[in-house]
């Protein structure tokens, strides 16, 4: 079972003996497509930035996703999922992610 949006993952990100949660921003792969996804990594180390997003969930320790480490890794680098988040977490985590990346997103009025 592949990593799909809005879930959250612990992931192999290539350091070290480190993984670390992770939420998935990307859409599913189609066959003709590379098997790699997009996430943004949750941390607890935080430093009071406003990409940094805290979302209180019980699968994780008390921290926030940092839209600034915004990264893309193979799906085999997926070690096991810790839940999904809600529609309007994931929405405000895309939001501020947009933020960093400079695209501007149009609201529905």
């Excluded at 079972?1 to 859409?27: I, N, Q």
């Excluded at 008390?62 to 810790?82: D, E, M, N």
């Amino acid at each position: 079972m592949p990593p799909r949006r809005g879930e959250v993952w612990l992931f192999d990100l290539g350091m070290a003996a480190k993984t670390r949660p992770v939420l998935v921003v990307s859409v599913d792969y189609g066959d003709s497509d590379r098997a790699i996804v997009t996430v943004v990594p949750h941390t607890t180390d935080l430093r009071q930035s406003p990409f940094e997003i805290p979302i209180k969930v019980p699968f994780l320790r008390p921290g926030a996703f940092l839209v600034q480490g915004v990264s893309t890794y193979p799906k085999a680098w997926a070690i096991r999922k810790l839940g999904t988040l809600q529609p309007g977490q994931i929405q405000t985590i895309t939001d501020q992610l947009a933020a960093w990346l400079g695209i501007q997103v149009k609201k529905n009025a």
